[in-house]
Each structure stands twice: as structure tokens, then as C-alpha cells.
């Protein structure tokens, strides 16, 4: 079962910035969230990975909140080619103590022109 | 060169017959993962192995046997094809098992008819 909730599909337009919510209720202490990116007929790409406050690299921000149950994804100045389907993953450990993500639907983003 | 590179593409077969997909990195990572994608976009992990050992196998039939004759190949082999297999099949690997670092491989389209 995915431990994650985000909105199913989003719109935007060329030269906006999106923001896209994760809700992760259950976290636990020692996960970690992370977001992959998916073009149709490929597999998904990481983007970004955070614990607590904010993350920055060339592609995206990552806002996670002092609870840690939520955290935000913002990709600015989005362009056509950011039409794509977002994750956000935590983590989870089986019986075993082996790690594993948790997939979601993910967000599907839509940016027009 | 590609990091994670799963062969072949598309796959279409006809019911009860047994297929198999391969796929290599070339990354140096310890662990591998088949992925299972379904019409809905649900990713969902079927197998993990680390340097060649088994160590997620998730609830998935006993007709698909995976199979790592060393740490850069992971294949699946899949008997006695069903209409319900019919998905995107993705390999990927990571370099610790962790939750961050995944390369996936472009996918395989199985359609079973």
C-alpha cells in the first residue's frame, strides 16, 4: 500500500512555477522522501531527496515542514518537457530489515503552452 | 552507454507460452530490482537482489523466476504467460539497496494475447 497521497493530475503553463503536495502521515523517523520523475514509455528518474527544511539542486526545491508529514516539490519555471508523472516516496522495511520504496499514482503533470 | 539497459522493448506472446526479459548495468551497483507497471501507472516492486542474492520477493506467482548470474545482470523469466501479465516490466538497480540512487532501465512492454 502506497504511504503516500498527491493530487492525481495537475495543469500549468509555460514559465509558471508548480508546486506539487505530498502527504505522508506515517512517516517514520528514519525515512527519507524522495521524488522520481516519468516521461510516458520510459522509466521513472530521481529527482530530489530530503529528510527535514528545504533541499535544493538544478532541477527542483524540495520543502519539507518541521512534522515531516507533508512536503512540497517545486519545480520553477516549468517548460513542456516537465510533462511528465512525480512519485513521492518514503521508504519501508520488510520483515527481513530490507529497504524498499513505496509507489504511489504519482501526479501527473500537464504544462501547455 | 546506457546505465541500465533491458532487453527487448516489446514483447507481445501468446497465452500459456514462457518469455524472458534481460537486463544489465553497467553502474558497479550491488542491487537490482524488477518492477512491475500496470495500465494504471502502479509501480510495484516484484524482486530485489543485492551481489547476486535474492533479498525482497514480494507476493508475485511462482511462474516468474528471477535469475542473477552475476551482480550486473538480472533477468526474468516468466512461464506459462497470462492475460493478466500484460504490464511494463522495469529493471533498475541502486548502489546499496537504500531508498535513493535508483537508475531504471527504459521498460519492456509485455502484451499477452
Given amino acids: 500500500l502506497a504511504k503516500t497521497t498527491q493530487p492525481i493530475s495537475m495543469d500549468s503553463y509555460e514559465g509558471q512555477e508548480v508546486n506539487i503536495t505530498c502527504s505522508h502521515n506515517n512517516i517514520a523517523t528514519n525515512d527519507y522522501i524522495t521524488w522520481y520523475q516519468q516521461f510516458p514509455s520510459q522509466g521513472p528518474r530521481f529527482i530530489i531527496q530530503g529528510y527535514k527544511t528545504k533541499v535544493t539542486n538544478e532541477v527542483a526545491s524540495l520543502f519539507i515542514p518541521a512534522d515531516r508529514k507533508s512536503s ?42 | 552507454d546506457t546505465a541500465v539497459s533491458q532487453t527487448p522493448k516489446y514483447l507481445v506472446t501468446q497465452m ?29 516492486i516484484m524482486f530485489s537482489y543485492n551481489n547476486k542474492e ?42 546499496n539497496g537504500g531508498y535513493y540512487g535508483y537508475t531504471f532501465g527504459s521498460g519492456t512492454r509485455l502484451t499477452v494475447v
Wanted: aromatic fraction near 8%; charged fraction near 20%; charge should be positive.
Fill in chain 2, 54 to 95: 535474492l533479498i525482497i520477493n514480494e507476493t508475485v506467482p511462482n511462474r516468474f523466476s528471477p535469475k542473477s548470474p552475476d551482480k550486473a545482470h538480472l533477468n526474468l523469466h516468466i512461464n506459462s504467460l497470462e492475460l493478466g501479465d500484460s504490464a511494463v516490466y522495469f529493471c533498475a538497480s541502486n548502489p
Fill in chain 1, 72 to 113: 512540497t516539490l517545486s519545480l520553477p519555471r516549468v517548460s513542456l518537457s516537465d510533462t511528465a508523472v512525480y512519485y513521492c516516496l518514503v521508504g519501508d522495511v520488510n520483515a527481513g530489515n530490507n529497504r524498499k520504496l513505496i509507489w504511489g499514482l504519482g501526479t501527473s503533470l500537464a504544462v501547455n503552452p
Fill in chain 2, 16 to 44: 500459456g507460452n514462457d518469455k524472458s526479459i534481460k537486463c544489465e548495468q553497467n553502474l558497479g551497483h550491488d542491487t537490482m530490482y524488477w518492477y512491475k507497471q500496470d495500465s494504471k501507472k502502479f509501480l510495484k
